[in-house]
Nanobody, 114 residues
Framework: QVQLVESGGGLVQAGGSLRLSCAAS????????MGWYRQAPGKQRELVAT???????NYADSVKGRFTISRDNAKNTVYLQMNSLKPEDTAVYYC????????WGQGTQVTVSS
């Protein structure tokens, strides 16, 4: 059983920055592959970024150069640093443990105003 607790969402102006955090319970985080997803109103959920247990990362083309995913195994936490935010980044952002198993956080709202 894994629980993911997210924080850091909120309202920011275009061009601003936010850092999302996702804290995982249990002892499996150190071997886990983690991801951030987002879902905008009326849109399907999409992959934003992933990070493996070794720190290898991948990003959606829409966020490359602006977003950075990272992890702190000592804190069982994965982060998403979001810079140069655009209104089209507005969405509910979800943390996911991809490996082992599939676990989702409850989501945190990010709203970017123009």
């Amino acid at each position: 059983q894994v629980q993911l607790v997210e924080s850091g969402g909120g309202l920011v102006q275009a061009g601003g920055s936010l850092r999302l955090s996702c804290a995982a319970s249990g002892s499996v985080f150190v071997i886990a592959s983690m991801g951030w997803y987002r879902q905008a109103p009326g849109k399907q959920r999409e992959l934003v970024a992933t990070i493996t247990r070794s720190g290898s990362t991948n990003y959606a083309d829409s966020v490359k150069g602006r977003f950075t995913i990272s992890r702190d195994n000592a804190k069982n936490t994965v982060y998403l640093q979001m810079n140069s935010l655009k209104p089209e980044d507005t969405a509910v952002y979800y943390c996911k443990m991809i490996i082992p198993g599939d676990y989702w956080g409850q989501g945190t709202q990010v709203t970017v105003s123009s």
